[in-house]
Structures are given as structure tokens and as C-alpha cells.
């Protein structure tokens, strides 16, 4: 038995169809117990004063190091000779945990490690579904029938049903890596989804002369119309993102080499290459405005001109006749130019900063366009000359009689 490290943990290689556990050679009873998964988990195992013996799970391997596992250890053989059972204080406070404390350990532990907007959005499907529906439950008694029960109540809402339940099918994932329900008890695993119709919206040319006219007609507004305009107008000519653009920063623009370097976006940090339009829009910007923000609101900070853009894009949509129009549609009418032009979905993917192909896969059917407009050329010249037509260019084959 060799004293427990990272390395030696690391490699350990699981047993199909069966655990086994790893015990340290400097403190008996600790030890790390490796699932057919591969999945790794710190224990520890002592006798009670009634001399029952006990095994109680420390925590996963990654989310703590050997150290801090084996010091967790200590302190529960210490517990044990001191007359308390930890397993059945655990067991207990497990059976009383409700579905609020979990969220508050969801937020504290887990939304730190995501995006600003997925932070907000999480808290708010939290706040408006979860806690009013089963907040008070505890924890342990949450089955199936009851996610199911929930999601069904949302029907008129599919898309956030939906978002729903991929909220809490990630707190129960997590309730049960930290001990809170066994393994494998996830409630939300057989709560069948609804379908959802990806929503495609594109600009034809006409609608983006009304666009630009009704853009136009926002810059006339004033100083704060203008910001919003020009806002508006890098989302059609870059294809950005809307917090990319709003967050946008002079330090991320790199005008020497026609780029925009951003630190971080959805995918995390990537690099847009600027067309000659959006490098000259940028490049009067530069001239004509002060401060660390390309589009700065009144106080200097993101959240304020998100608001305010959103009320400027509703009456900009409304005077270009497009009231359906999301901005995010901007972002897929730049795709779909691209793909109507020919350029391949590895190459739309690469200008968009999709990470996996199957999120530019919708733009397939754009991309035949092309191929679809040679195919009748070719075809209608053929059948022209078959039929001795006019404005058929006949060309003699090789070898012809």
C-alpha cells in the first residue's frame, strides 16, 4: 500500500463491473475508492464505539487534492474515537437538506464557474420555477414523478421547460458528487424533453436596404443614437456576438492587422478577422471618441447600454418593418451571406468562433445555393442546345462523326 499522491491516483486504471479502493499506507482507514466509471472518490473507514464498522465518502478526486482529503480523514477517525458516528451525521443532514439549500450551494460552488449572462439566467429559471415548485421538498424525496410533474405544468412554455429541466438535471448531477443522494439517483435523466423548432431568421438584401434606412434614422437621434447605430451596424458587418460588441474594448482592436482580439465570448477568448467595412467603422470611432469602451453608456459599463440598446433596437425594427427580428438574427443573417456566397461551413464556423461543426450545421442548405444556381445554369444550356434553342453554346465532342 504506497502513501496516496496525485500521480498515483491519476493512474489508476478502473475494473470493469466492479470498485475497488486504493488504501493509503500513512493513515489507515483512508483510502481512495475508483469506480468501473473511472470515476475517483476519497473514503474513509473506522468502527463506531458499538463496533460498526463505517465507510464515508470525502469527496471527489479533483475536487480535492490527496492533502485535503487525507486532513478530512483525520478529523473523522478523530470524531470516531471520540464516540460520534460521521456517516450517520452525514446521513442525517443529507435526508434534511431541501431543494433551497442545494440551490444556495449551487449558487456559492458552481455559478462562479460561468458566464455573466449564464449566472443571471440560471438565478432567474431558480427564482421563478425551482424554488416556488419544490424549494420546501427535501432533497431525498425528489423523484422522477415530481420533475416530471413540473416540466408537464410548463407546457405552454416548451423552450423554458426545457431550460428547466436542464437546470436541475445539472443541481441533481451535482447533488449526488457531493453525497447528498446516491449515485446514479438523478430524477431528471427519463424526464423526456420538448421538441424544439430551432428558429431561423434571415435578411434578404431588401430587408437590410429597411435595416440600414431605419438605422440610419437611430443615429439621427442624437449622441446616445449614434453609439446605438454603430452598435448595430459592427453586429451586421462582424457577426459578433451582442456581448461581444458591447463589451468590446479599444485594447482588443487590433487596427495593424484588421482584428478584434477579444479576451473572452461565449467560446472563450478568439479572434474575429474585420472586413474592410467594419475596420473603416471602427477606425472613425477611434478618431472620435475617448475611453477604454469602443461603446461605452453613460457610466462607462456594459449592463447599462445592454438595456438601453434593447429599447433602441425595438423602435429600429419597428421603422424597418421587421418586428419579428431578434439582434441575435444579425449574427445568422452574416452566416447565411457567407454561405450563400459560397464559402464552406468549416469556413462560417471559423468566422462565427463556433467551437463544434454541428452548431454551424444549420446553415447547410444555404451553402447548395451555389452549387444549385451551376447546376440549372449547366442544365439549362444543355437542354437549350438538345433543343436547338437559341443561347446555346454547342460544343463539338471529340471524336464526333
Not at 482529503?69 to 478529523?75: G, P
Not at 440600414?212 to 448595430?232: F, H, K, Q, S, Y
Not at 482584428?259 to 472620435?288: N, Q
Request: hydrophobic share 40%; glycine share 10%; aromatic share 4%.
Amino acid at each position: 500500500m504506497p502513501k496516496l499522491t496525485k500521480r498515483i491516483i491519476d493512474a489508476l486504471e478502473p475494473n470493469s463491473g466492479r470498485r475497488r479502493i486504493l488504501w493509503d499506507s500513512a493513515l489507515p482507514g483512508f483510502g481512495c475508492l475508483l469506480h468501473p466509471s473511472g470515476r475517483r472518490v476519497y473514503v474513509v473507514q473506522y468502527r463506531t464505539l458499538a463496533g460498526r464498522s463505517r465507510r464515508l465518502a470525502l469527496g471527489a478526486h479533483g475536487v480535492l487534492t490527496p492533502e485535503q482529503a487525507r486532513t478530512l480523514a483525520t478529523e473523522k477517525l478523530a470524531d470516531a474515537r471520540g464516540g460520534r458516528d460521521p456517516a450517520a451525521e452525514r446521513r442525517q443532514a443529507r435526508d434534511a437538506l431541501t431543494v433551497k439549500e442545494l440551490a444556495e450551494r449551487y449558487e456559492q460552488l458552481h455559478l462562479p464557474k460561468k458566464k455573466a449572462r449564464s449566472v443571471a439566467e440560471d438565478r432567474r429559471i431558480l427564482t421563478k420555477y425551482v424554488l416556488p415548485a419544490l424549494g420546501s421538498r427535501v432533497l431525498t424525496e425528489i423523484g422522477a414523478a415530481d420533475i416530471s410533474r413540473l416540466h408537464a405544468a410548463m407546457h405552454e412554455a416548451p423552450i423554458m421547460a426545457n431550460r428547466v429541466l436542464a437546470v436541475l438535471g445539472t443541481l441533481f448531477g451535482l447533488a449526488e458528487e457531493w453525497g447528498f443522494r446516491p449515485d446514479g439517483t438523478n430524477p431528471c435523466r427519463r424526464v423526456k424533453r420538448y421538441p424544439e423548432r430551432r428558429r431561423e431568421r434571415f435578411l434578404s438584401e431588401a430587408e437590410l436596404a429597411r435595416l440600414g434606412t431605419a438605422i440610419a434614422e437611430l443615429e439621427r437621434e442624437g449622441p446616445r443614437g449614434t453609439v446605438g447605430a454603430n452598435a448595430l451596424r459592427l453586429l451586421c458587418l462582424t457577426g459578433c456576438r451582442r456581448g461581444e460588441v458591447l463589451g468590446l474594448t479599444w485594447q482588443e482592436v487590433d487596427f495593424e492587422r484588421g482584428l478584434l482580439r477579444l479576451a473572452d465570448s461565449k467560446t472563450g477568448a478568439r479572434t474575429v478577422v474585420l472586413g474592410p467595412p467594419a475596420l473603416e467603422l471602427l477606425t472613425k470611432l477611434a478618431r472620435s471618441q475617448k475611453g477604454e469602451r469602443v461603446f461605452p453608456d453613460r457610466r462607462g459599463y456594459k449592463c447599462g447600454l445592454d438595456v438601453e440598446l434593447a429599447e433602441q433596437w425595438k423602435r429600429t425594427r419597428a421603422q424597418a418593418g421587421l418586428p419579428d427580428l431578434r439582434i441575435h438574427d444579425l449574427r445568422h443573417t452574416h452566416a447565411s451571406v457567407g454561405a450563400a456566397g459560397g464559402l464552406s461551413l468549416h469556413l462560417i464556423g471559423a468566422l462565427l468562433g463556433h467551437k463544434r461543426p454541428g452548431t454551424t450545421a444549420r446553415y447547410a442548405h444555404l451553402a447548395d445555393d451555389p452549387i444549385r444556381a451551376a447546376a440549372d445554369r449547366v442544365a439549362n444550356r444543355i437542354a437549350a442546345a438538345l433543343e436547338g434553342r437559341p443561347g446555346a453554346d454547342v460544343v463539338p465532342l471529340r471524336g464526333a462523326e
